[in-house]
């Protein structure tokens, strides 16, 4: 059969940043709001204050066939995240609508409602339950999720004391055992060790070969989503980009993107910046998403019209809240102040990328060392995104969540 | 059923097997209806919330559900020490312990329902913004659990009165209309408090003060009979006033005051209505604001 499983048609949801992201509202503001309400209205301006308003979404439609399994892609703040919570029911959308025929289940976090006091065998019937599931349902299969999590010995032991991988697989196990005609997942199959997640993936090629259920799978993880899914649908910026087969969609995902191909800069005193952009190891184009702990390096190319004497090459990365991030320099880096004249290309190496997860924006200037004047300045030249991966002996990925940059390599017991 | 194609309608379901059920999400402006048919289907995971609810209260605890029974006890003593010897507080012409205890159940009922009820949605915002459930049965839980404490109490009070000797009339029967009732009023404020206070976070501290305030407008240390007959009326419109008297009338064999317990009786269903519609009100926008 092939009728429309989930069909969206025109969904937008509107944030006003002003208000309600993030923070609640302070009793204060609206006891304020509501005493100068009236004499707002007697001196005539508009009774609310112009709030800064933030499509996270905007007219997005797509069709989704039963039995099909579709990867959701798109960078940090493309609008996935807000997508599946509308699909999920969580909120409500502003405009549009999308009907939904079957069961839905939905997975944004693994393990729910867990309780840390609670033991393995209680929880998993409190999450199953909040998952969906009736307590009947959940008995049956109770042998088959205790024996997928590898929990046998550890039943009665409340969770608080479960090691954080054991955890994780009491609380996939439970939501792997879900029966939904349409089920919504959000990457959690980014959890647990290289082992588990290859059981997990496994579990959920299961799951949606089976052509019967309809999947719903946002992931960072291309591997993944190459594995799993037929289609894909791309989010940027809030809009549907590109949709369709599951290969074209990722292939559009991971092509260099636009800044990474900007036109050169050139500076008053001659100097051009012809491109620069963050490569894999003597890779040839420029990436858009670089994963995190991988190596790469950035490399800049410019010239000058004229010789240019006792040049140093400074290059600056902000966070996506404008925070700068790091700085880097030629000298320190082992290329002492130089005369630029020719074309040349300048190679940063990053061993290994340590910036967390999320977007970065790089700068590029060029200076001398000796008056601290600045010869050529290319602010947010270009773009790059850190994938969240799961850290060698880790359980979970570090995302955009945990902060900036990884500052620690090891840890021992003394 | 009667009008339509009945044919058209028996193929699509054969169809797709399992009851095809058909979801629409779309914003929905205005009041929100109450979906009873989606509360009746997640009866289960009401009882596992408070199952949960009930378990790790006491899961850590040495004496474990014993709290459940010394808390009561204790507060009862004081009381009566402290009101019923040295203030000398009257007592309706029954032994001030008994007294105090028959307002006391009601009273630690509302009082810790309502606490816990309104920190329950910003005690579990992963309940909120990682899951879609019915959001009403979370402050209800904290109620339902609330209720295995109030059966314990009843326990002890059975033992109370058998001490004085105190045997309960006929009215003793209308005590489970009573508790729907005290039920009803406490979802409604428990209710209206959780949903408010995920918007306005200044709630944790409004309401222990609240509830604080509350017990000296509640006749649960002293009689109504204490204060001016034309104010009942006004006393009454607190729920837990006509209630109170009204639980003390049943076990006692006092007499009824039959227009407090109506105002109050009206007042609860009100508190219930409201809680219930403002709750679905605001329900959409836990989500965007926890």
Not at chain 1, 35 to 63: C, H, I, K, M, Q
Not at chain 1, 201 to 225: C, P
Not at chain 1, 326 to 338: K, L
């Amino acid at each position: 059969m092939t009728f429309p499983a989930v069909k969206v048609e025109g969904i937008g949801k509107l944030y006003d940043l002003g208000k309600s992201r993030g923070q609640a509202d302070s009793l204060r503001t609206a006891i304020t709001n509501m005493a100068t309400a009236p004499f707002r209205r007697l001196s005539g301006r508009s009774s609310s204050e112009p709030v800064e308003e933030f499509w996270a979404l905007r007219d997005v439609n797509f069709e989704v066939k039963q039995g099909e399994v579709v990867g959701i892609i798109g960078r940090n703040g493309a609008g996935k995240s807000t997508l599946l919570k509308i699909l999920s029911r969580i909120v409500e959308p502003t405009v549009g609508r999308a009907v939904m025929r079957g069961r839905v289940a939905s997975l944004l976090e693994v393990g729910t409602g867990f309780h840390p006091e609670l033991t393995g065998r209680e929880n998993i019937y409190l999450n199953g339950s909040i998952l969906g599931m009736r307590k009947r349902e959940i008995a049956q299969k109770f042998d088959e999720i205790v024996e997928f999590a590898e929990v046998e010995k550890f039943l009665d032991t409340p969770v608080k004391r479960y090691s954080s991988g054991m955890y994780v697989r009491l609380a996939f196990a439970v939501a792997a055992h879900l029966e939904p005609e349409i089920l919504i997942v959000d990457e959690v199959l980014a959890v647990g060790d290289t082992e588990f997640q290859k059981k997990c993936i496994g579990k959920m090629k299961d799951i949606s070969q089976g052509g019967e259920r309809t999947v719903l799978f946002v992931s960072h993880n291309m591997g993944a989503v190459r594995a799993l899914c037929t289609s894909g649908v791309y989010l940027a910026n809030g809009t549907v980009k590109t949709q369709g087969d599951v290969e074209t969609v990722i292939g559009e995902y991971l092509k260099p993107n636009e800044s990474a191909l900007r036109s050169s800069v050139v500076s008053k005193y001659g100097i051009e910046l012809h491109d620069a952009g963050i490569y894999a190891p003597s890779g040839r184009d420029p990436l858009a998403v670089v994963y995190f702990l991988e190596p790469c390096e950035v490399r800049i190319r410019m010239s000058a019209a004229q010789g240019f004497a006792m040049a140093a090459l400074v290059v600056r990365v902000y966070d996506d809240l404008g925070a700068l991030v790091s700085t880097f320099c030629s000298c320190e880096e082992g290329v002492d102040a130089f005369t630029m004249r020719e074309e040349r290309t300048f190679l940063f190496d990053i061993n290994s990328m340590q910036l967390m997860p999320g977007q970065y924006s790089v700068s590029v200037y060029i200076y001398r060392p000796h008056d601290g004047q600045v010869y050529l300045e290319a602010d947010s030249f270009f773009d790059f995104e850190v994938l969240p991966a799961v850290v060698p002996g880790g359980m979970l990925p570090y995302t955009h969540q945990h902060g900036v940059a990884r500052i620690v390599n090891g840890c021992k017991l003394i | 059923m009667t009008s339509g194609r009945p044919e058209e309608a028996a193929t699509e379901h054969a169809d797709h097997h399992p009851a095809a059920v058909e979801l629409v999400i779309r914003p929905r402006p205005g009041w929100i209806a109450i979906d009873w048919k989606e509360l009746w289907t997640s009866r289960e995971l009401l009882g596992f919330l408070v199952w949960r609810d009930v378990k790790v209260r006491y899961k850590q605890a040495v004496l474990g559900v014993m709290w459940a029974v010394l808390q009561p006890l204790f507060t009862m003593l004081i009381f009566t020490a402290i009101f019923g010897k040295f203030a000398k507080v009257p007592s309706d012409g029954v032994p001030y312990a008994a007294f105090v205890f028959a307002g006391l159940i009601p009273w630690t009922f509302f009082s810790n329902s309502v606490t816990q009820a309104s920190q329950s949605l910003i005690n579990q915002q992963s309940l909120l913004t990682k899951i879609y459930l019915p959001r009403i049965l979370i402050p209800a839980a904290s109620i339902g659990g609330a209720l295995v404490d109030l059966a314990i109490s009843f326990g002890i009070f059975a033992v109370i009165l058998m001490y004085y000797g105190i045997v309960p009339g006929w009215g003793v029967l209308l005590v489970p209309v009573l508790l729907l009732v005290t039920v009803a009023a406490t979802l409604g404020i428990g209710m209206a408090l959780a949903a408010i206070t995920v918007t306005y976070r200044d709630f944790r501290f409004v309401v222990p003060f609240m509830i604080q305030s509350w017990l000296y407008i509640s006749p649960v240390i002293y009689p109504v009979s204490v204060i001016p007959k034309e104010w009942h009326w006004a006393l009454a419109i607190n729920p837990m006033s006509g209630l109170i008297e009204a639980y003390r009338s049943a076990f006692f064999g006092l007499p009824w005051d039959i227009s407090s317990l109506c105002i109050s009786i009206a007042s609860s269903v009100v508190l219930l209505v409201f809680g219930l519609f403002y709750f679905r009100k605001t329900e959409r926008r836990f989500a965007d604001i926890a």
